[in-house]
């Protein structure tokens, strides 16, 4: 750790200085330590160690509070568990609230009192990037989209070039040489995103979408100079960062004149832009976001395109991402879209806002020093999976679709995973044009 100096601790300060949020003072304060969170925490239920009981985490953060702003705290700091903000304050701030949360939510559905603990965790990740004590290989993440416009630094060229590459896979598939993929075209009703991972390692989700959107005779477009539906300063706590972010995909939107930004499949990426990003650049949008899951049950109930669910005949289960589903709301339109797509549907336990986070979410993916953690709670998801015997398991989110591969590859559990895109581009009925 570099030099504690006084401005460093007055930056992480300055989050509970000032006129401190009413919402983040009240979480701060209502926390009465009954324990119930600890069973709803998939870094607890693997290891049972109680520094992992959400509880902790809010009361680290509530510590420092009490120590600057409270007379007790400022006297008998002992006597009400007050903390200074020094070095080892923050390497258990560090190690806690980002080492060992994911960020899921699931300890706020099941706290006594509504304590929204993930809120709290992303108030300490904030105090801790105002210091500059995010993780190393999370920051790298943050700065890849700072700087290159994607997190996956992926140049203009080689987007372009993959998806000049899946233009012409799908003209052969639905033997159409106009069906195309289209970029910068301004006047479309939808814009498109894409989390980076798509064009780099997983290009046949583009695929999907691109066949689903054909199959619909949709005006969309992509853009290449601001796809990225992710916003990892979500994750890191920097609001300066995750405001940037977002204002590029607000410019880009009115850049092309689109009326509608459809988010891909992204738990986080949904939310930040959706629901956080007004509050990062104070302003709303002059512009609709929806979240391609929604988009998909309004083809299907619209009749807009048409599937066989006799196409996908073997055994379908749903990982819900938390974000999306635990604080988006959105978990009634992908069990449709399954419902619709395929023959032998079944839910995981438990699943819904109860889900398990898969253990990706958070940021884990891309802090590689957490890894050993972040694969020993796997094994809850792994269970899961397992139990429901299906051979394919769906989800609407590529932070998940990255963990679960890899829970598959540790775990040994033969399993195809695939997002709803895919799942719908697999059941699809195409025209004849």
Request: overall charge negative; charged content about 20%.
């Amino acid at each position: 750790m570099e030099t504690l100096s006084k401005d460093k601790i007055q930056q992480g300060l300055s989050v509970l200085n000032g006129e401190m949020d009413g919402k983040l003072l009240t979480n701060l304060n209502s926390c009465v330590h009954c324990g119930l969170c600890a069973d709803s925490c998939i870094y607890y239920r693997t290891e049972k160690n109680a520094r992992y009981i959400p509880a902790t985490k809010v009361d680290l953060v509530a510590s420092i509070y009490r120590k600057y702003h409270t007379f007790t705290g400022k006297v008998w700091p002992g006597l009400v568990g007050a903390r200074k903000l020094d070095e080892n304050t923050i390497n258990d701030m560090v190690d806690l609230l980002y080492g060992a949360c994911t960020m899921c939510g699931r300890c706020t559905t099941h706290c006594s009192v509504g304590v929204d603990i993930s809120y709290v965790v992303r108030k300490g990740r904030e105090m801790l990037s105002n210091m500059g004590y995010v993780p190393k290989t999370l920051q790298s993440t943050v700065d890849a989209a700072i700087h290159t416009g994607n997190n996956m630094s992926i140049t203009t060229n080689e987007f372009v070039d993959t998806l000049k590459w899946l233009e012409e896979d799908l003209q052969f598939e639905v033997n159409d040489k106009n069906a195309n993929i289209p970029l910068d075209e301004p006047g479309k009703d939808m814009l498109y995103t894409l989390n980076p991972r798509e064009p780099k390692f997983f290009p046949l989700s583009i695929s999907a979408m691109a066949k689903i959107f054909y199959a619909a005779n949709e005006s969309w477009t992509l853009s290449t100079n601001m796809y990225d539906v992710t916003n990892y300063a979500y994750y890191s706590g920097n609001l300066k960062e995750a405001a940037i972010i977002a204002q590029r995909l607000h410019d880009e939107m009115e850049n092309l004149q689109a009326q509608t930004c459809v988010l891909a499949e992204c738990g986080h990426g949904s939310r930040a832009f959706r629901w956080e990003g007004p509050n990062y650049i104070h302003k709303n949008y002059p512009f609709d976001t929806i979240t391609s899951v929604e988009l998909l049950a309004r083809y299907l109930k619209e009749g807009k395109i048409k599937v066989d669910p006799a196409k996908i005949d073997a055994k379908v289960t749903l990982h819900d991402p938390c974000n999306l589903v635990r604080s988006g709301g959105i978990w009634k339109e992908q069990r449709y879209i399954l419902q619709q797509c395929v023959n032998d549907f079944t839910e995981m336990t438990p699943h819904g806002i109860d889900n398990l986070c898969c253990g990706g979410g958070g940021g884990q993916l891309a802090m590689s020093e957490y890894n050993e953690r972040r694969m020993n709670i796997a094994r809850l998801k792994a269970d899961q999976i397992t139990n429901t015997g299906a051979k394919i398991v769906a989800t609407p989110c590529h932070n998940c679709v990255d963990q679960l591969t890899q829970i598959n590859v540790t775990y040994k559990m033969g399993v195809q995973i695939k997002t709803l895109a895919e799942i719908v581009a697999d059941a699809l009925i195409l025209d004849e044009k």
